[in-house]
């Protein structure tokens, strides 16, 4: 039997530091960030931090938390401790977005992708970028095959860029986006000549929003929050 996609809770929590933080002298927020590091682990869920600023005026750092959705009890378990853990840090740390999804097996395609990004991986490549998008009403509205022929374009043309790796989550009913598209790359230009040659299939008509876009730069845990240490002042 062909393998087929995972059935995965991913959650992407955009946070930004506050000024009661930045008004803490170095040893404070270290210990912040470890304190934040330490629950994330307690969760049991799979977590990477990254780095957004200042490619974004929005967020500071990005979490990525992962979980394995083949019960149906994820959703309370993941959100009550995720939960706790941002809530005991809100006076640092203020949430600004979040984006969240659920995997699925697709139905454009009999088996899964070679070029499927893995949740639980521990090697990551240097760019992240994610957004949510939804189709039209009209998308919905036609055929299976018609729908069908102007995805096999889009796989095609994704089949050209094996580089990058792309993750589909599904939100129907969840948040107010249909789907949260996520792609990691080694090449932010190549990944923008991807979206360019996307953006010339017929499926394109069919989209009624894809925006905010958020690129985020993958570093150690540590180190993506390490950058938001102020420097001793010298004496």
């Not at 780095?51 to 979490?63: G, N």
């Not at 809530?87 to 640092?92: H, K, Y």
């Not at 939804?134 to 022929?149: D, F, H, I, V």
């Not at 792609?183 to 230009?189: F, I, V």
């Amino acid at each position: 039997m062909p393998e087929q996609t995972p059935r995965t809770l991913n959650h992407f929590g955009l946070y930004r530091f506050t000024d009661s933080y930045f008004e803490l002298d170095p040893s404070q927020q270290t210990a912040i960030q470890a304190t934040l590091l330490k629950e994330l682990k307690a969760t049991g869920h799979h977590f990477d931090i990254y780095q957004v600023a200042p490619a974004s005026s929005i967020a500071d750092i990005l979490i990525w938390s992962a979980a394995e959705a083949t019960e149906p009890t994820v959703g309370h378990t993941f959100f009550t401790g995720y939960g706790r853990v941002v809530a005991g840090l809100r006076r640092w740390l203020q949430p600004v977005d979040a984006l969240w999804g659920l995997t699925k097996p697709s139905q454009y395609t009999k088996t899964r992708s070679t070029q499927e990004l893995d949740p639980f991986s521990s090697e990551r490549k240097p760019y992240l970028v994610i957004y949510p998008f939804t189709k039209t009403r009209e998308w919905y509205l036609m055929s299976r095959e018609a729908r069908q022929g102007m995805m096999n374009e889009h796989i095609r043309i994704g089949k050209e860029y094996p580089q990058i790796t792309q993750l589909l989550l599904y939100s129907f009913g969840l948040q107010d986006q249909e789907f949260v598209v996520v792609y990691e790359t080694d090449d932010l230009a190549l990944f923008s000549d991807l979206v360019y040659a996307l953006r010339d299939t017929e499926a394109r008509r069919f989209t009624k929003s894809d925006a905010p876009l958020y690129t985020a730069f993958h570093h150690p845990a540590e180190t993506s929050l390490a950058l938001w240490t102020r420097s001793a002042e010298k004496e």
